[in-house]
Protein backbone atom coordinates (compact mmCIF):
# COMPACT_ATOMS: atom_id res chain seq x y z
CA UNK A 1 0.00 0.00 0.00
CA UNK A 2 1.34 3.54 -0.69
CA UNK A 3 1.44 6.29 1.49
CA UNK A 4 -1.44 9.12 1.15
CA UNK A 5 0.20 12.42 0.93
CA UNK A 6 -1.19 14.86 3.14
CA UNK A 7 -0.97 17.98 0.80
CA UNK A 8 0.53 21.02 2.25
CA UNK A 9 0.16 23.62 -0.24
CA UNK A 10 -3.36 23.03 -1.00
CA UNK A 11 -4.29 22.99 2.67
CA UNK A 12 -2.32 26.27 2.95
CA UNK A 13 -4.52 27.85 0.10
CA UNK A 14 -7.22 27.13 1.84
CA UNK A 15 -6.56 28.62 5.08
CA UNK A 16 -5.47 31.61 3.43
CA UNK A 17 -8.99 32.21 2.45
CA UNK A 18 -10.25 31.91 5.79
CA UNK A 19 -7.54 34.35 7.11
CA UNK A 20 -8.55 36.82 3.84
CA UNK A 21 -12.04 36.57 5.29
CA UNK A 22 -10.91 37.64 8.98
CA UNK A 23 -8.41 40.12 8.07
CA UNK A 24 -11.63 41.83 5.70
CA UNK A 25 -14.00 41.30 9.07
CA UNK A 26 -11.25 43.54 10.82
CA UNK A 27 -11.13 45.90 8.27
CA UNK A 28 -14.62 46.98 8.27
CA UNK A 29 -14.24 47.89 11.60
CA UNK A 30 -11.22 49.53 11.11
CA UNK A 31 -8.14 47.55 11.55
CA UNK A 32 -5.52 46.95 9.59
CA UNK A 33 -3.86 43.62 10.42
CA UNK A 34 0.15 44.75 10.48
CA UNK A 35 3.35 42.45 10.30
CA UNK A 36 7.02 44.06 10.90
CA UNK A 37 9.54 42.03 9.80
CA UNK A 38 12.84 43.12 10.77
CA UNK A 39 15.65 41.36 8.59
CA UNK A 40 19.83 42.32 9.60
CA UNK A 41 22.60 41.28 7.43
CA UNK A 42 22.93 39.69 3.85
CA UNK A 43 22.08 36.16 4.58
CA UNK A 44 20.54 34.87 1.10
CA UNK A 45 18.08 32.46 2.57
CA UNK A 46 16.99 34.83 4.97
CA UNK A 47 16.14 37.36 2.05
CA UNK A 48 13.95 34.74 0.42
CA UNK A 49 12.40 34.29 3.44
CA UNK A 50 11.38 37.73 3.81
CA UNK A 51 10.49 38.30 0.71
CA UNK A 52 7.79 35.62 0.88
CA UNK A 53 6.27 36.81 4.29
CA UNK A 54 5.54 40.39 2.33
CA UNK A 55 3.93 38.53 -0.45
CA UNK A 56 2.26 36.49 1.91
CA UNK A 57 0.77 39.19 3.69
CA UNK A 58 -0.17 41.27 0.88
CA UNK A 59 -2.03 38.14 -0.50
CA UNK A 60 -4.44 38.09 2.48
CA UNK A 61 -4.35 42.08 2.88
CA UNK A 62 -2.27 42.30 6.21
CA UNK A 63 -0.30 45.52 6.26
CA UNK A 64 3.42 44.27 6.10
CA UNK A 65 6.64 46.52 7.01
CA UNK A 66 9.89 45.12 5.79
CA UNK A 67 13.13 47.05 8.11
CA UNK A 68 15.97 45.76 6.45
CA UNK A 69 19.32 46.62 8.96
CA UNK A 70 22.72 46.70 7.80
CA UNK A 71 25.07 43.69 8.94
CA UNK A 72 26.55 45.08 11.34
CA UNK A 73 23.89 46.63 13.08
CA UNK A 74 24.46 46.90 17.00
CA UNK A 75 22.50 45.24 19.55
CA UNK A 76 21.39 48.49 21.24
CA UNK A 77 20.33 49.75 17.55
CA UNK A 78 18.22 46.60 16.82
CA UNK A 79 16.70 46.82 20.40
CA UNK A 80 15.75 50.29 19.69
CA UNK A 81 13.60 48.91 16.67
CA UNK A 82 11.66 46.45 18.78
CA UNK A 83 10.93 49.15 21.42
CA UNK A 84 9.50 51.51 18.98
CA UNK A 85 7.53 49.14 16.94
CA UNK A 86 6.22 47.80 20.67
CA UNK A 87 4.80 50.86 21.28
CA UNK A 88 3.22 51.11 16.96
CA UNK A 89 -0.09 50.90 16.94
CA UNK A 90 -0.14 50.19 13.37
CA UNK A 91 1.82 46.95 14.22
CA UNK A 92 0.52 44.30 15.74
CA UNK A 93 2.81 41.47 14.90
CA UNK A 94 7.03 41.49 14.97
CA UNK A 95 9.27 39.24 13.80
CA UNK A 96 12.71 39.14 13.72
CA UNK A 97 14.33 36.85 11.06
CA UNK A 98 16.58 34.42 13.00
CA UNK A 99 19.67 33.61 12.42
CA UNK A 100 21.47 37.09 13.60
CA UNK A 101 24.84 38.18 12.88
CA UNK A 102 27.35 37.10 15.81
CA UNK A 103 27.63 40.67 17.53
CA UNK A 104 23.57 39.88 18.69
CA UNK A 105 22.14 37.57 20.88
CA UNK A 106 18.99 36.33 19.77
CA UNK A 107 17.97 35.79 22.91
CA UNK A 108 18.08 39.64 24.14
CA UNK A 109 16.07 40.21 20.63
CA UNK A 110 13.40 37.52 21.62
CA UNK A 111 13.35 38.88 25.10
CA UNK A 112 12.65 42.48 23.83
CA UNK A 113 9.40 41.89 21.41
CA UNK A 114 6.23 42.49 23.86
CA UNK A 115 5.02 39.19 24.20
CA UNK A 116 1.24 40.45 22.32
CA UNK A 117 3.09 41.28 19.37
CA UNK A 118 5.10 38.03 19.13
CA UNK A 119 3.78 36.42 16.53
CA UNK A 120 6.51 33.84 16.11
CA UNK A 121 5.66 32.40 19.61
CA UNK A 122 9.75 32.38 20.73
CA UNK A 123 9.22 34.66 23.47
CA UNK A 124 9.74 32.87 27.31
CA UNK A 125 6.44 33.94 28.17
CA UNK A 126 4.80 32.19 24.94
CA UNK A 127 7.31 29.29 25.70
CA UNK A 128 5.74 29.21 29.24
CA UNK A 129 2.00 29.44 28.24
CA UNK A 130 2.69 26.55 26.06
CA UNK A 131 4.25 24.56 28.56
CA UNK A 132 1.27 25.34 31.00
CA UNK A 133 -1.20 24.70 28.55
CA UNK A 134 -2.52 28.56 28.74
CA UNK A 135 -3.62 30.94 25.83
CA UNK A 136 -0.69 31.92 23.58
CA UNK A 137 1.02 32.60 20.27
CA UNK A 138 1.60 29.03 19.06
CA UNK A 139 5.38 28.84 17.06
CA UNK A 140 4.13 28.60 13.37
CA UNK A 141 5.74 25.66 11.92
CA UNK A 142 4.90 23.17 15.44
CA UNK A 143 1.37 24.88 14.72
CA UNK A 144 1.08 24.02 10.95
CA UNK A 145 2.58 20.13 11.73
CA UNK A 146 -0.24 20.03 14.36
CA UNK A 147 -3.03 21.02 11.05
CA UNK A 148 -1.10 18.67 8.48
CA UNK A 149 -1.43 16.09 11.33
CA UNK A 150 -5.72 17.02 11.94
CA UNK A 151 -5.58 16.66 8.19
CA UNK A 152 -5.26 12.95 7.84
CA UNK A 153 -8.94 13.15 10.01
CA UNK A 154 -6.86 10.72 12.27
CA UNK A 155 -7.41 11.76 16.31
CA UNK A 156 -4.26 12.78 18.06
CA UNK A 157 -5.53 11.61 21.43
CA UNK A 158 -4.33 8.44 22.99
CA UNK A 159 -1.12 8.25 20.11
CA UNK A 160 1.68 7.57 20.31
CA UNK A 161 3.51 10.40 18.76
CA UNK A 162 7.72 10.48 18.21
CA UNK A 163 9.49 13.61 18.04
CA UNK A 164 13.24 13.34 16.55
CA UNK A 165 15.19 16.68 16.84
CA UNK A 166 14.82 18.89 19.74
CA UNK A 167 15.47 22.85 19.08
CA UNK A 168 13.71 25.42 20.75
CA UNK A 169 11.78 26.14 17.08
CA UNK A 170 10.18 22.84 16.45
CA UNK A 171 11.24 19.95 18.25
CA UNK A 172 10.63 21.14 21.86
CA UNK A 173 7.27 23.21 20.91
CA UNK A 174 5.53 20.26 18.61
CA UNK A 175 6.51 17.45 21.26
CA UNK A 176 4.37 20.06 23.83
CA UNK A 177 1.83 20.62 21.35
CA UNK A 178 1.28 17.02 20.72
CA UNK A 179 1.53 16.58 24.32
CA UNK A 180 -1.58 18.93 24.71
CA UNK A 181 -3.90 16.75 22.36
CA UNK A 182 -3.32 14.34 24.38
CA UNK A 183 -0.78 12.11 22.41
CA UNK A 184 2.17 10.13 24.22
CA UNK A 185 4.78 11.99 23.03
CA UNK A 186 8.58 10.62 23.61
CA UNK A 187 11.62 13.04 22.14
CA UNK A 188 14.16 11.77 20.73
CA UNK A 189 17.43 13.78 19.92
CA UNK A 190 21.21 12.98 18.68
CA UNK A 191 22.34 11.37 21.67
CA UNK A 192 19.12 8.97 21.69
CA UNK A 193 20.04 4.84 21.92
CA UNK A 194 17.83 3.01 19.38
CA UNK A 195 16.53 5.63 17.48
CA UNK A 196 15.16 3.28 14.71
CA UNK A 197 13.57 1.31 17.33
CA UNK A 198 12.10 4.10 19.33
CA UNK A 199 10.83 6.05 15.66
CA UNK A 200 9.24 2.69 14.62
CA UNK A 201 6.76 2.55 17.76
CA UNK A 202 5.18 5.64 16.36
CA UNK A 203 1.72 6.61 15.25
CA UNK A 204 3.13 9.90 14.82
CA UNK A 205 5.95 10.49 13.83
CA UNK A 206 7.74 14.34 13.71
CA UNK A 207 11.48 14.64 11.70
CA UNK A 208 12.88 17.65 12.15
CA UNK A 209 16.86 17.39 12.11
CA UNK A 210 18.16 18.76 9.13
CA UNK A 211 19.91 15.44 7.72
CA UNK A 212 18.99 14.84 4.01
CA UNK A 213 17.47 10.92 4.26
CA UNK A 214 17.77 10.03 8.00
CA UNK A 215 14.37 8.35 8.13
CA UNK A 216 13.74 5.18 5.57
CA UNK A 217 10.91 2.93 5.91
CA UNK A 218 12.97 0.85 8.72
CA UNK A 219 12.32 3.69 11.25
CA UNK A 220 8.31 3.46 9.92
CA UNK A 221 5.75 1.57 11.82
CA UNK A 222 3.16 0.75 8.84
CA UNK A 223 0.20 2.92 8.26
CA UNK A 224 1.97 5.80 10.64
CA UNK A 225 1.59 9.38 10.07
CA UNK A 226 4.92 11.04 8.87
CA UNK A 227 5.49 14.65 9.07
CA UNK A 228 8.75 15.68 7.85
CA UNK A 229 10.09 19.10 8.37
CA UNK A 230 13.87 18.85 6.70
CA UNK A 231 14.78 21.13 3.94
CA UNK A 232 18.35 20.10 2.73
CA UNK A 233 19.63 20.89 -0.25
CA UNK A 234 20.96 18.34 -2.21
CA UNK A 235 22.66 18.67 -5.30
CA UNK A 236 20.65 21.36 -6.25
CA UNK A 237 17.01 19.54 -5.29
CA UNK A 238 15.42 20.35 -2.03
CA UNK A 239 15.02 16.75 0.04
CA UNK A 240 13.64 16.70 3.86
CA UNK A 241 14.89 14.26 6.55
CA UNK A 242 12.87 11.40 5.46
CA UNK A 243 13.30 9.23 2.44
CA UNK A 244 10.45 9.99 0.85
CA UNK A 245 9.89 7.22 -2.36
CA UNK A 246 11.10 4.35 0.16
CA UNK A 247 9.14 5.79 3.22
CA UNK A 248 6.09 5.86 1.14
CA UNK A 249 5.73 2.27 1.25
CA UNK A 250 5.00 1.69 4.73
CA UNK A 251 3.94 4.95 6.05
CA UNK A 252 -0.10 5.57 6.07
CA UNK A 253 0.61 9.39 5.38
CA UNK A 254 3.32 11.14 4.88
CA UNK A 255 4.03 15.16 3.71
CA UNK A 256 6.24 15.95 0.67
CA UNK A 257 9.60 18.35 0.28
CA UNK A 258 8.67 21.05 -0.77
CA UNK A 259 4.92 21.25 -0.28
CA UNK A 260 4.48 20.03 3.04
CA UNK A 261 5.25 21.58 6.60
CA UNK A 262 6.86 24.79 4.67
CA UNK A 263 3.97 26.43 2.73
CA UNK A 264 2.06 26.15 6.49
CA UNK A 265 4.75 27.91 8.22
CA UNK A 266 3.97 31.23 6.22
CA UNK A 267 0.43 30.48 6.56
CA UNK A 268 0.60 30.04 10.77
CA UNK A 269 2.60 33.61 11.04
CA UNK A 270 -0.41 35.17 8.88
CA UNK A 271 -2.56 33.26 11.21
CA UNK A 272 -1.08 34.40 14.39
CA UNK A 273 -0.97 38.29 13.07
CA UNK A 274 -4.98 37.75 12.46
CA UNK A 275 -4.93 36.88 16.24
CA UNK A 276 -2.87 39.29 17.46
CA UNK A 277 -4.86 42.13 15.73
CA UNK A 278 -8.27 40.11 16.81
CA UNK A 279 -7.17 40.05 20.67
CA UNK A 280 -6.34 43.82 20.62
CA UNK A 281 -9.67 44.48 19.31
CA UNK A 282 -11.83 42.01 21.57
N1 LIG B 1 14.46 31.58 10.66
C1 LIG B 1 14.10 30.33 10.25
N2 LIG B 1 12.86 30.04 10.68
C2 LIG B 1 12.41 31.12 11.35
C3 LIG B 1 11.19 31.42 12.01
O1 LIG B 1 10.24 30.62 12.07
N3 LIG B 1 11.11 32.66 12.57
C4 LIG B 1 12.14 33.53 12.54
N4 LIG B 1 11.97 34.72 13.15
N5 LIG B 1 13.29 33.29 11.93
C5 LIG B 1 13.41 32.08 11.35
Not at 202 to 229: E, Y
Amino acid sequence: MEAKIIDGKDLSNRLREDIKSRVEKLKQNGIIPGLAVILVGNDPASAVYVRNKERACNGVGIYSRVIKLDENTSQEALLEYIYRLNVDETIHGILVQLPLPPQIDPNAVINAIDPAKDVDGFHPVNMGRLVIGEECFEPCTPKGIIRLIQETGQPIAGKHAVVIGRSNIVGKPVALMLLRHNATVTLCHSKTANLREIARQADILVVAVGRPNLVDSSFIKQGAIVIDVGINRVDDKLVGDVNFQDACHVAGWITPVPGGVGPMTITMLLENTVLAAERKWV
